[in-house]
């Protein structure tokens, strides 16, 4: 395959990681991993385990995330995921689906 069909097929994100700690990053870069690997398997239990790791791993992401990370203030983690948690079960069981198209 050409370099120039190679590069058609590989996605480079630049990501800002200033502000993040080592356990941040290493949370993005295992996100990206298993998304990928959830669109790409061809595995049903795969793809329903991959599916509840890359899940669990984005909870985990919101919880690590700097404004959450305030001590002595409101459980504002908890609360960003339970209500991620409802909006996410109103869309399965409605139906919809969002679309980003750039």
Same mark, same amino acid.
């Given at each position: 395959? @050409?370099?120039?069909?190679?590069?058609?097929?590989?996605?480079?994100?630049?990501?800002?990681?200033?502000?993040? *700690?080592?356990?941040?990053?290493?949370?993005?870069?295992?996100?990206?991993?298993? +998304?990928?690997?959830?669109?790409?398997?061809?595995?049903?239990?795969?793809?329903?385990?991959? @599916?509840?790791?890359?899940?669990?791993?984005?909870?985990?992401?919101?919880?690590?995330?700097?404004? *959450?990370?305030?001590?002595?203030?409101?459980?504002? *983690?908890?609360?960003? +995921?339970?209500?991620?948690?409802?909006?996410?079960?109103?869309?399965?069981?409605?139906?919809?689906?969002?679309?980003?198209?750039?």
């Amino acid at each position: 395959m @050409s370099a120039e069909k190679i590069k058609d097929k590989v996605l480079f994100l630049e990501i800002d990681t200033t502000e993040m *700690s080592e356990q941040q990053v290493r949370l993005i870069k295992s996100i990206n991993s298993m +998304l990928s690997h959830v669109l790409t398997t061809d595995q049903e239990s795969e793809y329903f385990d991959g @599916s509840s790791e890359l899940l669990r791993l984005v909870a985990s992401a919101v919880k690590k995330a700097n404004f *959450s990370n305030e001590e002595g203030t409101i459980e504002y *983690s908890k609360q960003a +995921l339970e209500f991620c948690v409802d909006i996410l079960s109103e869309q399965v069981y409605e139906g919809d689906i969002l679309k980003y198209d750039n």
